[in-house]
Protein backbone atom coordinates (compact mmCIF):
# COMPACT_ATOMS: atom_id res chain seq x y z
CA UNK A 1 0.00 0.00 0.00
CA UNK A 2 1.74 2.92 -1.15
CA UNK A 3 2.67 5.52 1.84
CA UNK A 4 1.53 8.45 -0.01
CA UNK A 5 -2.41 7.14 0.49
CA UNK A 6 -4.19 8.20 4.05
CA UNK A 7 -5.28 5.32 6.26
CA UNK A 8 -7.70 3.81 3.00
CA UNK A 9 -9.24 1.02 1.43
CA UNK A 10 -6.83 -1.20 -0.52
CA UNK A 11 -7.90 -4.65 -2.16
CA UNK A 12 -5.69 -7.16 -3.97
CA UNK A 13 -6.26 -10.61 -5.26
CA UNK A 14 -9.42 -12.21 -5.71
CA UNK A 15 -10.24 -16.07 -5.02
CA UNK A 16 -12.83 -18.02 -5.21
CA UNK A 17 -14.69 -19.91 -2.59
CA UNK A 18 -17.64 -22.23 -3.05
CA UNK A 19 -19.48 -23.03 -0.13
CA UNK A 20 -21.55 -26.45 -0.62
CA UNK A 21 -24.16 -26.87 1.88
CA UNK A 22 -25.12 -23.64 2.84
CA UNK A 23 -27.75 -20.87 2.25
CA UNK A 24 -25.18 -17.78 1.93
CA UNK A 25 -26.83 -15.82 4.15
CA UNK A 26 -25.69 -13.72 7.00
CA UNK A 27 -27.15 -16.00 10.33
CA UNK A 28 -27.44 -19.51 9.70
CA UNK A 29 -23.79 -21.68 9.80
CA UNK A 30 -23.89 -23.94 7.46
CA UNK A 31 -23.76 -27.63 8.16
CA UNK A 32 -20.99 -28.85 6.06
CA UNK A 33 -18.49 -26.52 3.88
CA UNK A 34 -16.27 -27.28 1.07
CA UNK A 35 -14.25 -24.91 -1.13
CA UNK A 36 -14.38 -25.13 -4.74
CA UNK A 37 -11.98 -22.28 -6.36
CA UNK A 38 -14.78 -21.06 -8.95
CA UNK A 39 -16.59 -19.43 -7.16
CA UNK A 40 -15.17 -15.82 -6.05
CA UNK A 41 -15.86 -14.09 -2.76
CA UNK A 42 -15.01 -10.62 -1.86
CA UNK A 43 -14.30 -9.83 2.45
CA UNK A 44 -13.66 -6.79 4.02
CA UNK A 45 -11.40 -6.75 6.86
CA UNK A 46 -10.42 -3.31 9.32
CA UNK A 47 -8.10 -2.93 11.94
CA UNK A 48 -6.72 -0.32 13.96
CA UNK A 49 -3.16 0.70 13.69
CA UNK A 50 -0.72 2.63 11.44
CA UNK A 51 1.42 2.37 7.87
CA UNK A 52 3.85 0.00 8.92
CA UNK A 53 0.84 -2.47 10.34
CA UNK A 54 -0.96 -1.90 6.82
CA UNK A 55 2.53 -2.52 5.00
CA UNK A 56 2.83 -5.74 6.87
CA UNK A 57 -0.88 -6.75 6.30
CA UNK A 58 -0.62 -6.38 2.45
CA UNK A 59 2.28 -8.89 2.89
CA UNK A 60 -0.08 -11.41 4.85
CA UNK A 61 -3.11 -10.96 2.04
CA UNK A 62 -0.63 -11.66 -0.67
CA UNK A 63 0.32 -14.92 0.84
CA UNK A 64 -3.49 -15.67 1.56
CA UNK A 65 -4.08 -15.07 -2.03
CA UNK A 66 -1.23 -17.90 -2.77
CA UNK A 67 -4.19 -20.33 -1.16
CA UNK A 68 -6.62 -18.59 -1.99
CA UNK A 69 -6.22 -16.40 -4.94
CA UNK A 70 -9.75 -15.50 -5.92
CA UNK A 71 -10.78 -14.11 -2.17
CA UNK A 72 -10.23 -10.39 -2.65
CA UNK A 73 -9.67 -8.82 0.54
CA UNK A 74 -10.88 -5.16 0.83
CA UNK A 75 -8.27 -3.98 3.54
CA UNK A 76 -9.45 -0.29 6.07
CA UNK A 77 -7.57 0.91 8.89
CA UNK A 78 -7.69 3.55 11.33
CA UNK A 79 -5.91 4.97 14.16
CA UNK A 80 -7.43 3.80 17.66
CA UNK A 81 -10.01 6.81 18.21
CA UNK A 82 -11.22 6.96 14.86
CA UNK A 83 -11.62 3.13 14.55
CA UNK A 84 -13.94 2.60 17.13
CA UNK A 85 -15.98 6.29 16.19
CA UNK A 86 -16.49 4.23 12.76
CA UNK A 87 -17.08 0.45 14.04
CA UNK A 88 -19.72 2.31 16.34
CA UNK A 89 -21.55 3.74 13.73
CA UNK A 90 -21.55 0.89 11.69
CA UNK A 91 -22.81 -1.70 14.56
CA UNK A 92 -25.61 1.44 14.71
CA UNK A 93 -26.44 -0.05 11.33
CA UNK A 94 -25.92 -3.51 11.04
CA UNK A 95 -22.92 -2.66 8.80
CA UNK A 96 -19.72 -3.86 10.30
CA UNK A 97 -16.89 -5.04 7.75
CA UNK A 98 -16.50 -9.10 7.13
CA UNK A 99 -13.69 -9.05 9.24
CA UNK A 100 -13.19 -7.01 12.32
CA UNK A 101 -10.60 -6.53 14.52
CA UNK A 102 -11.58 -6.68 17.94
CA UNK A 103 -10.47 -5.55 21.56
CA UNK A 104 -11.05 -7.20 24.64
CA UNK A 105 -12.77 -4.31 26.09
CA UNK A 106 -15.23 -4.25 23.36
CA UNK A 107 -15.78 -8.15 22.94
CA UNK A 108 -18.37 -8.43 25.20
CA UNK A 109 -20.34 -4.92 24.36
CA UNK A 110 -20.37 -6.37 20.62
CA UNK A 111 -21.79 -9.68 21.44
CA UNK A 112 -24.10 -8.66 23.90
CA UNK A 113 -26.08 -6.80 20.79
CA UNK A 114 -25.72 -9.96 18.79
CA UNK A 115 -23.01 -8.18 16.44
CA UNK A 116 -21.08 -10.98 16.37
CA UNK A 117 -21.32 -14.17 14.49
CA UNK A 118 -20.70 -17.38 16.33
CA UNK A 119 -17.39 -19.19 14.95
CA UNK A 120 -18.51 -22.71 16.30
CA UNK A 121 -19.76 -23.82 12.97
CA UNK A 122 -16.78 -23.53 11.38
CA UNK A 123 -14.17 -25.19 13.89
CA UNK A 124 -14.24 -28.67 11.84
CA UNK A 125 -13.98 -27.29 8.27
CA UNK A 126 -12.51 -23.65 7.48
CA UNK A 127 -11.51 -22.70 11.23
CA UNK A 128 -9.76 -25.43 12.93
CA UNK A 129 -7.80 -23.12 14.64
CA UNK A 130 -5.00 -26.20 14.94
CA UNK A 131 -2.62 -24.85 18.20
CA UNK A 132 -4.72 -22.77 19.82
CA UNK A 133 -5.50 -24.25 23.37
CA UNK A 134 -8.42 -23.49 25.36
CA UNK A 135 -7.51 -21.42 28.11
CA UNK A 136 -6.80 -18.73 24.75
CA UNK A 137 -10.04 -19.61 22.86
CA UNK A 138 -11.84 -19.16 26.19
CA UNK A 139 -11.38 -15.28 26.04
CA UNK A 140 -12.70 -14.74 22.76
CA UNK A 141 -15.99 -17.25 23.73
CA UNK A 142 -18.93 -15.04 25.37
CA UNK A 143 -22.30 -17.25 26.10
CA UNK A 144 -20.76 -20.27 24.67
CA UNK A 145 -20.47 -18.55 21.57
CA UNK A 146 -16.68 -18.39 19.91
CA UNK A 147 -17.09 -14.40 18.92
CA UNK A 148 -13.32 -13.71 18.95
CA UNK A 149 -10.51 -15.72 18.21
CA UNK A 150 -6.94 -14.09 19.34
CA UNK A 151 -4.60 -12.83 17.14
CA UNK A 152 -1.96 -12.50 19.64
CA UNK A 153 -2.12 -12.75 23.57
CA UNK A 154 0.06 -11.78 26.41
CA UNK A 155 0.33 -12.97 30.34
CA UNK A 156 0.09 -10.54 33.54
CA UNK A 157 3.87 -10.17 34.50
CA UNK A 158 5.92 -8.35 37.35
CA UNK A 159 9.47 -6.92 35.67
CA UNK A 160 12.54 -6.26 37.03
CA UNK A 161 15.29 -3.83 36.23
CA UNK A 162 18.43 -5.81 36.59
CA UNK A 163 20.38 -3.01 36.16
CA UNK A 164 19.51 -1.28 39.03
CA UNK A 165 19.64 -4.40 40.94
CA UNK A 166 22.91 -5.60 39.89
CA UNK A 167 23.99 -1.99 40.90
CA UNK A 168 23.00 -1.81 44.54
CA UNK A 169 23.66 -5.63 44.68
CA UNK A 170 20.45 -7.07 45.48
CA UNK A 171 19.01 -10.29 44.55
CA UNK A 172 16.32 -10.54 41.70
CA UNK A 173 13.26 -11.17 43.01
CA UNK A 174 11.78 -14.88 42.49
CA UNK A 175 8.70 -16.26 41.16
CA UNK A 176 7.69 -18.25 44.46
CA UNK A 177 8.13 -14.94 46.41
CA UNK A 178 4.49 -13.64 48.59
CA UNK A 179 3.19 -10.21 48.38
CA UNK A 180 4.49 -9.78 52.06
CA UNK A 181 8.18 -11.01 50.82
CA UNK A 182 7.32 -8.62 47.66
CA UNK A 183 7.18 -5.49 50.32
CA UNK A 184 10.13 -6.54 52.34
CA UNK A 185 11.68 -6.15 48.81
CA UNK A 186 10.66 -3.00 48.37
CA UNK A 187 11.72 -1.47 51.30
CA UNK A 188 15.05 -3.40 50.68
CA UNK A 189 15.33 -1.20 47.41
CA UNK A 190 14.17 1.70 49.07
CA UNK A 191 17.25 1.70 51.39
CA UNK A 192 19.69 1.13 48.63
CA UNK A 193 18.41 3.61 46.45
CA UNK A 194 17.98 6.34 49.18
CA UNK A 195 21.34 8.17 48.35
CA UNK A 196 20.88 8.08 44.10
CA UNK A 197 19.98 10.87 42.36
CA UNK A 198 17.19 11.01 41.52
CA UNK A 199 16.01 8.38 44.11
CA UNK A 200 15.37 4.59 43.35
CA UNK A 201 12.21 3.29 44.83
CA UNK A 202 11.41 -0.25 44.84
CA UNK A 203 8.11 0.28 42.92
CA UNK A 204 4.87 2.23 42.19
CA UNK A 205 1.59 1.56 44.44
CA UNK A 206 0.72 -1.93 43.30
CA UNK A 207 -2.70 -1.29 43.95
CA UNK A 208 -3.11 1.41 41.00
CA UNK A 209 -3.81 -0.79 38.70
CA UNK A 210 -7.14 -2.52 37.98
CA UNK A 211 -5.69 -5.57 36.05
CA UNK A 212 -3.26 -6.03 39.24
CA UNK A 213 -7.02 -6.13 40.76
CA UNK A 214 -8.02 -8.82 38.27
CA UNK A 215 -5.16 -10.97 38.78
CA UNK A 216 -5.57 -10.81 43.16
CA UNK A 217 -9.43 -12.36 42.00
CA UNK A 218 -8.27 -14.89 39.88
CA UNK A 219 -5.76 -16.14 42.47
CA UNK A 220 -8.22 -16.31 44.99
CA UNK A 221 -10.01 -18.26 43.03
CA UNK A 222 -13.10 -15.72 42.35
CA UNK A 223 -14.79 -14.62 39.44
CA UNK A 224 -14.72 -10.85 38.07
CA UNK A 225 -17.39 -10.57 36.24
CA UNK A 226 -20.62 -12.06 35.97
CA UNK A 227 -22.17 -13.45 32.10
CA UNK A 228 -24.43 -10.23 32.33
CA UNK A 229 -21.74 -7.89 32.70
CA UNK A 230 -22.21 -6.65 36.13
CA UNK A 231 -19.30 -7.10 39.15
CA UNK A 232 -18.85 -10.50 40.66
CA UNK A 233 -16.78 -8.67 43.65
CA UNK A 234 -17.95 -5.93 46.03
CA UNK A 235 -17.19 -3.49 47.89
CA UNK A 236 -15.41 -5.38 50.99
CA UNK A 237 -13.30 -7.18 48.20
CA UNK A 238 -11.52 -3.68 46.71
CA UNK A 239 -11.56 -2.25 50.75
CA UNK A 240 -9.52 -5.32 51.18
CA UNK A 241 -7.38 -5.03 48.45
CA UNK A 242 -6.03 -1.96 48.73
CA UNK A 243 -6.16 -2.10 52.77
CA UNK A 244 -3.86 -4.80 51.60
CA UNK A 245 -0.25 -2.18 50.76
CA UNK A 246 -1.72 0.37 53.16
CA UNK A 247 1.56 0.09 55.57
CA UNK A 248 3.79 1.12 53.06
CA UNK A 249 1.73 3.85 50.97
CA UNK A 250 1.23 5.55 54.81
CA UNK A 251 4.51 5.42 55.19
CA UNK A 252 5.57 6.90 51.91
CA UNK A 253 7.16 3.59 50.73
CA UNK A 254 6.25 3.51 47.01
CA UNK A 255 7.64 5.60 44.29
CA UNK A 256 5.93 8.96 45.58
CA UNK A 257 2.47 10.29 43.71
CA UNK A 258 3.67 13.60 42.78
CA UNK A 259 6.78 11.88 40.25
CA UNK A 260 4.04 9.84 39.13
CA UNK A 261 1.70 12.43 37.77
CA UNK A 262 4.91 14.68 36.47
CA UNK A 263 6.03 10.96 33.98
CA UNK A 264 2.60 10.36 33.58
CA UNK A 265 1.60 8.54 31.61
CA UNK A 266 5.05 6.36 31.22
CA UNK A 267 6.08 6.71 35.21
CA UNK A 268 8.94 5.25 37.77
CA UNK A 269 9.57 2.45 35.83
CA UNK A 270 10.29 3.60 32.58
CA UNK A 271 11.83 6.49 33.91
CA UNK A 272 14.50 4.19 35.36
CA UNK A 273 13.50 4.95 39.00
CA UNK A 274 11.72 2.26 40.14
CA UNK A 275 12.92 -1.62 40.10
CA UNK A 276 9.31 -3.32 39.67
CA UNK A 277 6.81 -2.79 37.13
CA UNK A 278 3.55 -4.57 36.93
CA UNK A 279 2.20 -4.73 33.45
CA UNK A 280 1.54 -7.69 30.68
CA UNK A 281 4.32 -9.36 28.81
CA UNK A 282 4.57 -7.72 25.97
CA UNK A 283 4.76 -3.99 26.84
CA UNK A 284 8.24 -5.42 27.90
CA UNK A 285 9.44 -3.87 24.68
CA UNK A 286 8.04 -0.56 26.04
CA UNK A 287 10.23 -0.97 29.20
CA UNK A 288 13.24 -1.74 27.55
CA UNK A 289 13.18 1.53 25.04
CA UNK A 290 11.81 3.80 27.69
CA UNK A 291 14.04 2.78 30.59
CA UNK A 292 16.86 2.46 28.07
CA UNK A 293 18.26 -0.99 29.02
CA UNK A 294 17.60 -4.65 27.58
CA UNK A 295 18.52 -5.66 30.72
CA UNK A 296 15.23 -6.72 31.93
CA UNK A 297 14.11 -9.74 33.76
CA UNK A 298 9.99 -11.13 33.97
CA UNK A 299 8.43 -13.21 36.40
CA UNK A 300 5.17 -13.85 37.64
CA UNK A 301 3.34 -11.72 40.27
CA UNK A 302 3.57 -12.47 43.83
CA UNK A 303 1.34 -15.54 45.11
CA UNK A 304 -1.27 -15.05 47.36
CA UNK A 305 -0.45 -15.82 51.28
CA UNK A 306 -0.60 -19.87 51.87
CA UNK A 307 -0.65 -20.98 47.96
CA UNK A 308 1.91 -22.24 46.50
CA UNK A 309 1.03 -21.86 42.28
CA UNK A 310 -0.25 -19.17 40.29
CA UNK A 311 -3.77 -18.99 38.47
CA UNK A 312 -2.88 -16.97 34.87
CA UNK A 313 -5.16 -16.43 31.84
CA UNK A 314 -3.69 -15.14 28.28
CA UNK A 315 -5.40 -11.87 27.64
CA UNK A 316 -5.48 -11.38 23.46
CA UNK A 317 -3.89 -8.39 22.49
CA UNK A 318 -6.42 -8.29 20.47
CA UNK A 319 -8.82 -10.48 18.55
CA UNK A 320 -10.26 -10.92 15.17
CA UNK A 321 -14.38 -11.53 14.66
CA UNK A 322 -16.55 -12.12 11.97
CA UNK A 323 -19.66 -9.92 11.76
CA UNK A 324 -22.73 -11.50 12.18
CA UNK A 325 -24.59 -9.02 9.02
CA UNK A 326 -21.68 -10.67 6.76
CA UNK A 327 -22.98 -12.48 4.18
CA UNK A 328 -19.41 -14.19 3.53
CA UNK A 329 -18.95 -15.61 6.61
CA UNK A 330 -17.47 -18.84 5.43
CA UNK A 331 -14.77 -16.82 3.56
CA UNK A 332 -14.08 -14.88 6.31
CA UNK A 333 -13.66 -17.65 8.84
CA UNK A 334 -10.58 -18.75 6.57
CA UNK A 335 -9.26 -15.84 6.47
CA UNK A 336 -9.34 -15.69 10.31
CA UNK A 337 -7.68 -19.04 10.36
CA UNK A 338 -5.20 -18.00 7.98
CA UNK A 339 -4.20 -14.91 10.05
CA UNK A 340 -4.09 -16.79 13.28
CA UNK A 341 -2.66 -19.74 12.60
CA UNK A 342 0.11 -19.30 9.62
CA UNK A 343 3.63 -18.98 10.56
CA UNK A 344 4.42 -16.68 7.80
CA UNK A 345 1.95 -14.47 9.35
CA UNK A 346 3.93 -14.44 12.54
CA UNK A 347 7.32 -14.55 11.07
CA UNK A 348 6.11 -11.19 9.49
CA UNK A 349 4.57 -9.55 12.83
CA UNK A 350 6.62 -10.89 15.24
CA UNK A 351 4.97 -9.94 18.27
CA UNK A 352 3.65 -6.61 17.21
CA UNK A 353 0.29 -8.05 17.32
CA UNK A 354 0.73 -9.68 20.54
CA UNK A 355 2.36 -13.17 21.12
CA UNK A 356 1.76 -15.54 18.65
CA UNK A 357 -1.24 -17.78 19.75
CA UNK A 358 0.61 -21.14 18.54
CA UNK A 359 4.02 -22.48 19.40
CA UNK A 360 4.30 -22.57 15.33
CA UNK A 361 3.44 -19.02 15.20
CA UNK A 362 6.02 -18.34 17.96
CA UNK A 363 9.16 -20.33 16.63
CA UNK A 364 8.86 -18.28 13.63
CA UNK A 365 9.68 -15.15 15.02
CA UNK A 366 12.99 -13.37 14.25
CA UNK A 367 13.39 -12.76 17.93
CA UNK A 368 14.39 -9.11 19.62
CA UNK A 369 15.53 -9.35 22.74
CA UNK A 370 12.44 -8.27 23.85
CA UNK A 371 10.78 -10.89 21.99
CA UNK A 372 13.04 -13.39 23.58
CA UNK A 373 12.54 -11.99 27.57
CA UNK A 374 8.73 -12.18 26.29
CA UNK A 375 8.47 -15.58 24.97
CA UNK A 376 10.64 -17.08 27.74
CA UNK A 377 8.56 -16.02 30.16
CA UNK A 378 5.58 -17.58 28.93
CA UNK A 379 7.13 -20.64 27.90
CA UNK A 380 8.17 -20.73 31.82
CA UNK A 381 4.58 -20.16 32.81
CA UNK A 382 3.37 -22.40 30.49
CA UNK A 383 1.68 -24.82 33.02
CA UNK A 384 0.19 -22.26 34.96
CA UNK A 385 -1.91 -20.97 31.77
CA UNK A 386 -4.36 -22.59 33.31
CA UNK A 387 -7.78 -19.97 32.78
CA UNK A 388 -8.99 -17.43 30.52
CA UNK A 389 -8.94 -14.09 30.54
CA UNK A 390 -12.29 -12.93 32.01
CA UNK A 391 -14.54 -11.38 29.30
CA UNK A 392 -14.58 -7.39 30.02
CA UNK A 393 -18.02 -5.79 29.88
CA UNK A 394 -18.48 -2.70 27.61
CA UNK A 395 -17.69 0.41 29.70
CA UNK A 396 -14.82 -1.68 30.87
CA UNK A 397 -12.47 1.11 29.88
CA UNK A 398 -14.34 3.97 31.68
CA UNK A 399 -14.34 1.32 35.12
CA UNK A 400 -10.23 1.00 34.81
CA UNK A 401 -9.89 5.04 34.03
CA UNK A 402 -12.23 5.42 37.65
CA UNK A 403 -9.78 2.67 39.24
CA UNK A 404 -7.12 5.33 38.32
CA UNK A 405 -8.56 8.73 39.09
CA UNK A 406 -9.54 7.21 42.37
CA UNK A 407 -6.16 5.82 43.06
CA UNK A 408 -4.41 9.14 42.50
CA UNK A 409 -6.56 10.74 45.08
CA UNK A 410 -6.27 8.06 47.29
CA UNK A 411 -2.50 8.20 47.04
CA UNK A 412 -2.63 12.17 48.01
CA UNK A 413 -4.76 11.44 51.10
CA UNK A 414 -8.03 13.15 49.73
CA UNK A 415 -9.93 9.72 50.18
CA UNK A 416 -10.36 6.47 52.39
CA UNK A 417 -10.20 2.85 50.83
CA UNK A 418 -14.00 2.92 51.78
CA UNK A 419 -14.54 6.23 49.92
CA UNK A 420 -12.96 4.63 46.96
CA UNK A 421 -14.86 1.80 46.86
CA UNK A 422 -17.90 3.94 47.53
CA UNK A 423 -17.50 5.95 44.57
CA UNK A 424 -16.12 3.09 41.88
CA UNK A 425 -19.68 1.29 42.42
CA UNK A 426 -21.10 4.53 42.12
CA UNK A 427 -19.56 4.63 38.61
CA UNK A 428 -19.85 0.92 37.88
CA UNK A 429 -23.64 1.25 38.47
CA UNK A 430 -23.24 4.00 35.46
CA UNK A 431 -21.61 2.46 33.42
CA UNK A 432 -22.67 -1.72 33.76
CA UNK A 433 -26.26 -0.93 35.40
CA UNK A 434 -25.33 -2.78 38.25
Known sequence: MSKRLPALIAAVGVTTLVLAGCSGGSNDAPTEVTFDEDTAAEISFSWWGNEDRADRFEQVVALFNEDYPNVEVVRNFNAWGDYWTARNTEAAGKSLPDVVMMDAGYLGEYASKDL?????????????????????LGSGTVDDQLVGVPLGTNAWSMMYNKDLLDSFGIDYPTDDMTWDELNDFILEVNEAGGASDPRIYGAEDYTGGLPNFIYHLMQEGNPVFEEDGTASFDEKDVISY???????RDDGDFYPVERSVALSPS?????????IWFNFSTTVLQGMTDAGTENI????????????????????????????????????????????????????FGTSLGTPPTEEGRAAIDQTPADTVNLDYLASVDDELTASYPILPAGYGTIEAKWGELHEQLR???????????ELFTEMSLVLGS
Not at 131 to 136: A, F, L, R, Y
Not at 267 to 275: I, K, M, V
Not at 315 to 331: F, G, H, I, R, T
Open 297 to 348: GMIQPPLEKGEDAHVLAPKPSMLLSVAKNSDQQQAAAAFVNFLTTSPEVAQI
Open 412 to 422: YGDITTEQFAQ
Open 267 to 275: GGFLAGETA
Open 242 to 248: LDSAADL
Open 116 to 136: LADLTPYRDTLLPLDGINDQV
